[in-house]
Every structure is written in C-alpha cells, then in structure tokens.
C-alpha cells in the first residue's frame, strides 16, 4: 500500500539506495502535505525531507490553515477521502483566495473526483496507491510548470543541441533533421518542456494519451525505444535516460 512503499522509499534514500540519479529539488521548496491518516502523513512527510524538501503536515482542514497562516508554503498535498470538511471542498476554499499549488491524492475508483479536482483549480492528482516515486516526480513537474507559466509561449525549445520548432513541426539534433511521427512529436515536446525532471509513465499516459490506454501497457516503453533509435543513435551523448524505478528524463550525460 501506500504507506508502507513511503517507508520502505524513505528507508532506501536514507541509506544511500534509492533515487542516486535523480537531480536534486531546490532545497528552500516548503511542501505542506494534509491527510487524516497519521501514518501516511509521516511517510510522505520523511520521504519528502530524504530528498530535500521543507515539510509541514496536518491532519485536516483546521490544522491546514493554521500552518499557512504562519507559514509560506509552496505546495500542498491533499487528500480528498477526509472527515468532516473534505478535499475537493478544502480546494475549492483554497482556490477562492490562493494560487499556491495544490496535488491531489484520491482513491482508484473516483473518476469523478479528480475530473471535479482539476476543474475547481488542483494542479494534479495522484490515485491511490502510488509509489513514492511518483509522488516526487510529479511535485517537481508541478513546480518547473508553474515556475515558466508566467513567460511568453516558447516557438522553439532546445535541449543540448536537439531542437523542436513547433511553427514548422519540424525536430534537429545538431543540425540535422529528425522525422517524427505525430505520437512522437509530443512524446519529446513533453519531455523537453520537463527537461531534467523525472517523468513516469503515468505522467506520460496522462498527458500525451489522455488516459486511452491501460497503465499496464508497454506503450511507454515502445515509444520511449522508437525515440532513443531517432534522437540518440549515432551522437557522442544520450539524452534521452532511465531512472531507475521511476520513468525516463531528458539531460545531458555522456555515455
């Protein structure tokens, strides 16, 4: 379950066996993770800290804002499934007078939840049970997105010497060019707009199959392979890298 994967995470990173290719998050980042259930609170709570992160918990709606009146947070983890005044509610509240940026944990079976989640202003949601991994991934994509919202639509974005023009649909790594098929294209176009974040196949499925296919499906891996044949093949340097037991990131790393 859940609790039990942020403790044997939380265990790994402490001793040095989890996570050792993963960049480093800003270590001034403040996460305030709300949850009824004391366990997993503490879980995510000292994963979160294992990886640098600021973390502040309560169990409830109460508690939550009697920490962000005294303390500047810069996310907040909160669960739906919660007594008395719930989470989509909380969010809502939220929303009505703060843009801090807020992840939502809900149950497997409530579709209706994170689709209702998202449209009162989450930025994300997590379904439960997740990994630990997963939960980091997405608090650092949630960040770098929020962090460059502010800036002009980008026509063209570049990582090392690979670029992507999307007025002219067109993708080159050092200067030549690379035929993509559609698929293709945003797969990369979401890979490098998140470069140097961990991005899991959930994140993937998400956000370039819209859900169509089933988690199980070795889709990611399929498409991941096409792209490392046409972006990596042949160059000095890999951009394209795995993270162990957590997804795939766009960086530069000499092979």
Same mark, same amino acid.
């Given at each position: 379950?859940?609790?039990?994967?942020?403790?044997?995470?939380?265990?790994?990173?402490?001793?040095?066996?989890?996570?050792?290719?993963?960049?480093? @998050?800003?270590?001034?980042?403040?996460?305030?993770?709300?949850?009824?259930?004391?366990?997993?609170?503490?879980?995510?709570?000292?994963?979160?800290?294992?990886?640098?992160?600021?973390?502040?918990?309560?169990?409830?709606?109460?508690?939550?804002?009697?920490?962000?009146?005294?303390?500047?947070?810069?996310?907040?983890?909160?669960?739906?499934?919660m007594p008395g005044v719930d989470g989509l509610?909380?969010?809502?509240?939220?929303?009505?007078?703060?843009?801090? @940026?807020?992840?939502?944990?809900?149950?497997?079976?409530?579709?209706?939840?994170?689709?209702?989640?998202?449209?009162?202003?989450?930025?994300?949601?997590?379904?439960? @049970?997740? +990994? +630990?991994?997963?939960?980091?991934?997405?608090?650092?994509?949630?960040?770098?997105?929020?962090?460059? +919202?502010?800036?002009?639509?980008?026509?063209?974005?570049?990582?090392?010497?690979?670029?992507?023009?999307?007025? +002219?649909?067109?993708?080159?790594?050092?200067?030549?060019?690379?035929?993509?098929?559609?698929?293709?294209?945003?797969?990369?176009?979401?890979?490098?707009?998140?470069?140097?974040?961990?991005?899991?196949?959930?994140?993937?499925?998400?956000?370039?199959?819209?859900?169509?296919?089933?988690?199980?499906?070795?889709?990611?891996?399929?498409?991941?392979?096409?792209?490392?044949?046409?972006?990596?093949?042949?160059?000095?340097?890999?951009?394209?890298?795995?993270?162990r037991g957590a997804g795939y990131t766009l960086?530069?790393?000499?092979?």
């Open positions: 379950d859940t609790k039990s994967a942020f403790r044997a995470a939380a265990t790994r990173q402490n001793a040095g066996m989890e996570d050792l290719d993963q960049p480093t @998050p800003e270590p001034s980042s403040h996460i305030l993770v709300v949850d009824d259930h004391r366990e997993i609170r503490d879980a995510m709570s000292d994963y979160l800290s294992a990886h640098g992160y600021r973390v502040s918990v309560a169990d409830g709606g109460d508690n939550m804002y009697k920490v962000l009146k005294v303390s500047a947070i810069d996310l907040i983890v909160l669960d739906i499934m509610t909380l969010c809502r509240e939220l929303r009505a007078s703060s843009a801090i @940026p807020i992840i939502l944990l809900t149950a497997v079976s409530e579709d209706t939840d994170r689709v209702v989640g998202l449209e009162m202003g989450a930025d994300d949601y997590l379904t439960k @049970p997740f +990994a +630990a991994s997963e939960l980091l991934a997405r608090i650092e994509a949630v960040t770098r997105r929020l962090a460059t +919202a502010g800036s002009s639509p980008a026509t063209r974005l570049a990582v090392a010497d690979l670029e992507m023009d999307f007025l +002219a649909r067109t993708v080159t790594r050092a200067g030549t060019e690379i035929k993509l098929q559609p698929r293709e294209f945003r797969l990369l176009e979401y890979l490098m707009r998140n470069a140097g974040n961990v991005i899991t196949r959930t994140m993937m499925l998400e956000h370039v199959w819209d859900y169509h296919f089933d988690p199980q499906t070795n889709v990611i891996d399929v498409h991941i392979s096409r792209l490392r044949q046409k972006i990596d093949k042949g160059f000095d340097t890999s951009l394209i890298q795995t993270v960086r530069v790393t000499s092979q």
